[in-house]
């Protein structure tokens, strides 16, 4: 299983990017995403989960302002992003586990991850 993350890059605040999350080889529709970011000197954080089952958690950081969704025609997860603050600066990454359809955990221990994708929005 592989997963590719694009769409990072430099941003205003207040403004807005799509990271885009695919996922190759496995079943996708059998996979919770979530993504995750991080900075120099701290931990990496979930940012929101897209379930199997179609749910969606969200880190209070960002409700309101960030969407997860996720297209299974073509193996894809997304993050919209809008409202961004220079706080959400940081790599993101997206990470994939095989879950029940009643599991909805993804975290820093699942098994697959893309390699990250630089968000930058300046004051």
């Known amino acids: 299983v592989q997963l590719q993350a694009s769409g990072g890059g430099l941003v205003q605040a207040g403004g807005s990017l799509r990271l885009s999350c695919r996922v190759s080889?496995?079943?996708?529709?059998?996979?919770?995403v979530g993504w995750f970011r991080q900075t120099p000197g701290k931990e990496r954080e979930s940012v929101p989960v897209m379930c199997r089952s179609g749910g969606r958690n969200y880190a209070d950081s960002v409700k309101g302002r960030f969407t997860i969704s996720r297209d299974n025609a073509v193996n894809t997860v997304y993050l919209q992003m809008s409202s961004l603050k220079p706080e959400d600066t940081a790599t993101y990454y997206c990470?994939?586990?095989?879950?029940?359809?009643?599991?909805?955990?993804?975290?820093?221990?699942?098994?697959?991850w893309g390699q990250g994708t630089l968000v930058t929005v300046s004051s």
């Open positions: 990470a994939a586990r095989s879950t029940i359809l009643t599991d909805c955990l993804v975290t820093t221990e699942a098994p697959y």
């Open positions: 080889g496995g079943t996708f529709s059998r996979f919770s």
